[in-house]
């Protein structure tokens, strides 16, 4: 189902401001990861304010979707988004980081229930999710929801997520979702350099996964491929998002050197101000 007019525009913005406050979170926690947030900032939004079943206000409810962030570093934009969805105040998210705070670098999900898992060692959420998505099956629960998995290009590196991409493709897991966030970079440079990926497609399909390509900036192909997914009955989806490192930020963008350090006060100021450029240029554009 194509979204229309009003809720593309709205999707945008909401991904726009989502951007603002990562920026005004890493500038108060003086670290942090900038150019994955933000180049997810489009993904998380039409997840939380469109594909997913869940309710903010009762974040227990044993009918919602799951959730895993296998990259959990890129946790600001996850935090952002459960804030603008309702999940604890905006004020809350000035917390990232802090000694006490329930919003720490990497989630934890004792700190706070609303998520699904904690993450940080890369690698490891496919395994989780197909375990969570056998789990279901076994309860007779794998019609009723679906596992989403949201995985960096980088931690492909790591061996254990082609032992869960072969398990989930081996048991026809239909009720599980992964996204991959292509944005070609990781910590040491760029991921063909370090170790190269692709075919990337051409891997998931061996393993007997319905593959999806994205535009990871375009709302609406990032709705319409969620969508597909739930159409898929014979085996476990892939999608792989197409994605600009430090999105919305020229300065920042394709530079792998933002991946995990925040941005100074003059760089917030600098960033925030074209955002909120971008942000009046997307509302005039829909009137």
């Known amino acids: ?54 309710d903010p206000k009762n974040p227990a409810w044993d009918g919602r979707d799951r959730l895993v962030l296998s990259n959990g570093h890129i946790c600001p934009v996850l935090y952002a988004t459960m804030a603008h969805a309702g999940y604890f105040p905006l004020e809350e998210l000035n917390t990232l980081r802090k000694f006490g705070s329930r919003l720490q670098g990497h989630p934890h999900r004792e700190f706070l229930p609303a998520l699904e898992t904690s993450s940080g060692p890369l690698g490891e959420g496919l395994s989780q999710a197909v375990g969570m998505a056998i789990a279901d099956r076994m309860d007779g629960q794998d019609g009723a929801r679906k596992i989403y998995c949201l995985m960096s290009d980088g931690e492909l590196e790591e061996g254990e997520t082609w032992e869960a991409a072969m398990l989930a493709g081996k048991q026809a897991l239909y009720n599980l979702v992964a996204l991959i966030d292509r944005n070609n970079i990781q910590i040491d440079g760029f991921t063909e350099q370090v170790m190269p990926l692709e075919p990337l497609a051409d891997k998931w399909r061996a393993w007997n996964w319905h593959i999806v390509e994205i535009d990871g900036h375009n709302v609406q192909e990032i709705a319409a491929a969620f969508d597909e997914a739930k159409s898929i009955y014979e085996k476990p989806t892939m999608i792989i998002a197409h994605t600009i490192p430090g999105k919305g930020v020229a300065e920042f963008e394709r530079d792998f050197h933002w991946h995990g350090k925040p941005p100074d006060a003059e760089q ?20």
């Not at 926690?29 to 900038?34: F, Q």
């Not at 997810?40 to 469109?50: G, I, K, N, R």
């Open 1 to 54: 189902m194509l979204l229309t007019p009003h809720e593309t525009k709205s999707l945008e913005e909401t991904a726009n401001d989502i951007r603002e406050s990562v920026i005004e979170m890493l500038v108060h926690a003086g670290s942090g990861h900038t150019a994955g947030p933000l180049g997810m900032a489009d993904v998380f939004t039409v997840l939380y304010f469109h594909t997913l079943r869940h």
């Open 268 to 287: 917030a100021r600098m960033a925030l101000a074209e955002l909120r450029t971008l942000g009046r240029k997307i509302e005039s554009e829909a009137e």
